[in-house]
Nanobody, 123 residues
Framework: VQLVESGGGSVQPGGSLTLSCAASGITFRDYSIAWFRQAPGKEREGISSLGHDGRRFYKETMKDRLTISIDDDKTVVSLRMTNLQPEDTAKYFC??????????????????WGQGTQVTVSS
């Protein structure tokens, strides 16, 4: 299983980005997928997840700014982020696990990870 993130970059405060996570070796049909981020000096945190049953989860403090979605072929999961702020600067990772993630927000719930994509928000 390989996961490749894309879509990161530099944006000004208030801007938007859509991150993508492409799978090879599997389709996401029977997998749960999550997005995590890690800012310098901070722990990795879960910000959104799409369960294999279609349920969506969001970090409470970000839920109004995030939308997670999946393409029809079930091979690319996207995360739309709006109204980005400097505190959103981090490396963003996608992760996946067969079927259920015990705790969607916990790193330990996932078996496969991408290498990450950098998001930098500054004026």
């Amino acid at each position: 299983v390989q996961l490749v993130e894309s879509g990161g970059g530099s944006v000004q405060p208030g801007g938007s980005l859509t991150l993508s996570c492409a799978a090879s070796g599997i389709t996401f049909r029977d997998y749960s997928i999550a997005w995590f981020r890690q800012a310098p000096g901070k722990e990795r945190e879960g910000i959104s997840s799409l369960g294999h049953d279609g349920r969506r989860f969001y970090k409470e403090t970000m839920k109004d700014r995030l939308t997670i979605s999946i393409d029809d072929d079930k091979t690319v999961v996207s995360l739309r982020m709006t109204n980005l702020q400097p505190e959103d600067t981090a490396k963003y990772f996608c992760a996946t696990v067969w079927r259920y993630a015990l705790r969607w927000y916990s790193e330990q719930s996932y078996d496969f990870w991408g290498q990450g994509t950098q998001v930098t928000v500054s004026s």
